[in-house]
């Protein structure tokens, strides 16, 4: 049975809705390092009730979509890929979470990290992020293609992040700002594994082939 064209448009809005929510949690997580502010963090912790609250309302919704319509084919995919990208989407909620906690622990008074790497990273995932989400629901090809290669930016990113902490960490005190900015840059990039995901299921769904595991090369 093919789903009805509401079932799509549901589970697509349902979707939106937990990528924005999560979305929002990075965006804040990062400003609140960048603008030193303490705030900021403490309300990623608190968006994250809201975001296990979507996503349990996706899960169940799948669940009674193939319950009751027993979707097939193309449509199956369709159900099966959105319950995966809402897991993606709760661990992004997650990192976001877990960003928050780590900048907790920095004291800002002698704070004196350039965060322009990590901005850039922010800025770099969250392009990832909506083109990844974007491939998925209008099954464009070279979308996905483009967020899986610029996977590789944002691990480079995080590579010269632990380099310059690593060139501190004989500093007095070093460790106090060292290891949680090794710590979030580790996050952002676990953020941007999760667009590349979403782009790898929405290869799935526009072609039927499972990429997972493919060679960018390959593509």
């Not at 009730?49 to 199956?76: G, H, K, Q, S, T």
């Not at 622990?105 to 989400?133: G, H, P, Q, W, Y």
Request: proline share 1%; glycine share 0%; with cysteine.
């Amino acid at each position: 049975m093919r789903l009805l064209d509401e079932d799509l448009r549901q589970l697509r809005v349902k979707i939106s809705n937990m990528a924005q929510a999560a979305t929002r949690m990075f965006i804040y997580s990062i400003d609140s390092l960048i603008n030193k502010d303490l705030e900021l963090a403490q309300k990623v912790k608190e968006l994250d009730d809201e975001v296990d609250a979507l996503d349990n309302d996706i899960d169940e919704f799948c669940a009674n979509l193939i319950a009751l319509r027993w979707p097939l084919a193309e449509d199956l995919r369709i159900v099966l890929s959105a319950l995966k990208i809402n897991t993606f989407l709760e661990r992004i909620a997650d990192n976001a979470t877990n960003i928050a906690e780590w900048i907790e622990k920095i004291d800002f008074v002698d704070f004196r990290v350039d965060t322009s790497e990590i901005s850039n990273m922010k800025d770099k995932t969250i392009i990832m992020l909506e083109t990844a989400l974007d491939s998925f629901f209008s099954k464009d090809y070279s979308k996905a293609i483009s967020v899986i290669k610029s996977d590789d930016y944002v691990d480079k990113c995080e590579l010269s992040i632990i380099k310059e902490m690593a060139q501190m960490t004989n500093e007095q005190n070093a460790s106090i700002l060292t290891i949680p900015m090794i710590f979030i840059a580790r996050a952002i990039e676990r953020i941007a594994d999760e667009a590349t995901n979403i782009a790898e299921l929405s290869l799935y769904i526009a072609t039927g082939e499972i990429f997972k595991h493919k060679r960018i090369k390959d593509l």
